[in-house]
């Protein structure tokens, strides 16, 4: 059976049908319908909505309700949406989720600009509700979403890589959304640092894993994605790096300027791919040792509904690495 089917299953269907329900419209009155538009034809049309479904996963293990998590499930869908918008620019795309990119069915300044409005418009409205702490958190996300695609744009232009950047930048463009989810509903809760402490890694490491597993993607003729854009753009992903890494000569030549695409023959693609899926499970595996950890200290307040919360997100790290721990 579909490992995505299998996860939904567990999900609680007051959580599913609100997730497939969030309205991911622009709150302010004064948007220009054209900018609404084009986002309700593009970045904001269709998706798993991954994000918000975790941090109302995360938000029950916190016994929250879900009126009081869907304010930020919202903001962060649109954050990612924003990032989306930017990114097709960036990154010439021509398809996301086999439609037309933003950018082809705008143009890359439509793009830019509408990109630009979401995220205004998130900070003004978690502004308006008045929690400073998460106020805080999501600014830092969207800091560290230019902050990564700048690091990255920087490596592409001077060919320098190392397996650390590469971390960094995954932290900064996918892991930092990700944490978000799954501290938001620590915050809200009141939770204690501890316990807010073991959200953020729980988050960071998903984020991660989530990062490496879609860079495996990227090699993929299955995938809806524009095939090897990466590639294409000169961007080395998780991939690209260890193919590097695993033909020397090729390596060498991609310093000393050549570019990627020239370079490409393909050869030890398969075991790169193997290599960064393991680096995926390990991440997966610290996850879930946070995961477990956050059980075990809400156990206390109720042992029933956490035990039954903790389910899906179990199921989230068997969709990611498919396989069980």
């Known amino acids: 059976m ?12 007051s959580i599913l049908f609100n997730v497939q329900d969030l309205k991911l419209n622009i709150e302010s009155s004064s948007c220009n319908k054209e900018i609404e538009g084009l986002l309700a ?27 009081a998590v869907d304010p930020y499930a ?33 143009s890359n ?5 509408a990109g630009d409005y979401l995220l205004a418009d998130v900070i003004v409205n978690l502004s308006n509700r008045g929690n400073l702490p998460l106020l805080s958190e999501m600014a830092q996300v969207i800091q560290d979403l230019a902050e990564g695609e700048w690091l990255q744009d920087d490596a592409a232009k001077n060919h320098k890589y190392t397996c650390e950047l590469i971390e960094r930048i995954a ?45 495996t993607l990227d090699l993929s ?16 992903n998780s991939v690209i790096f260890e193919w590097l890494l695993l033909n020397p000569p090729i390596h060498e030549k991609y310093k000393n300027g050549e570019s990627l695409e020239a370079l490409w023959d393909g050869h030890e693609i398969e075991n790169a791919i193997n290599l960064v899926q393991e680096r995926a499970f390990g991440h997966l595996v610290q996850a879930k040792s946070s995961l477990d950890k956050m059980v075990e200290d809400l156990m206390v307040f109720d042992p029933v509904g956490v035990e039954k919360a903790k389910i899906p ?9 498919r396989r069980e721990f």
Request: proline share 4%.
């Open 221 to 236: 003729d299955g995938s809806k994605k524009d095939v090897l854009l990466d590639l294409k753009n000169g961007v080395v």
């Open 313 to 321: 997100l179990e199921k989230i790290l068997f969709y990611l690495g």
């Open 41 to 67: 034809r593009t970045v904001l049309l269709g998706g798993k909505r991954l994000r918000p479904l975790l941090m109302h996963l995360v938000g029950s293990m916190f016994r929250l309700e879900v009126g």
């Open 74 to 106: 919202k903001a962060v869908e649109l954050v990612h949406a924003a990032s989306l918008s930017h990114d097709d620019v960036i990154d010439n795309a021509t398809q996301r989720r086999g439609e037309p990119s933003i950018n082809i069915e705008g």
């Open 109 to 113: 300044k439509m793009a830019i600009l």
């Open 2 to 13: 579909n490992p995505y089917l299998t996860f939904l299953e567990t999900v609680p269907e």
């Open 171 to 215: 932290l900064k463009k996918t892991a930092s959304v990700m944490t978000y989810c799954c501290l938001a509903p620590a915050i809200l809760a009141n939770a204690p640092a501890e316990l807010q402490g073991l959200a953020r890694d729980f988050g960071k490491h998903l984020g991660l894993a989530f990062q490496l597993m879609d860079d």
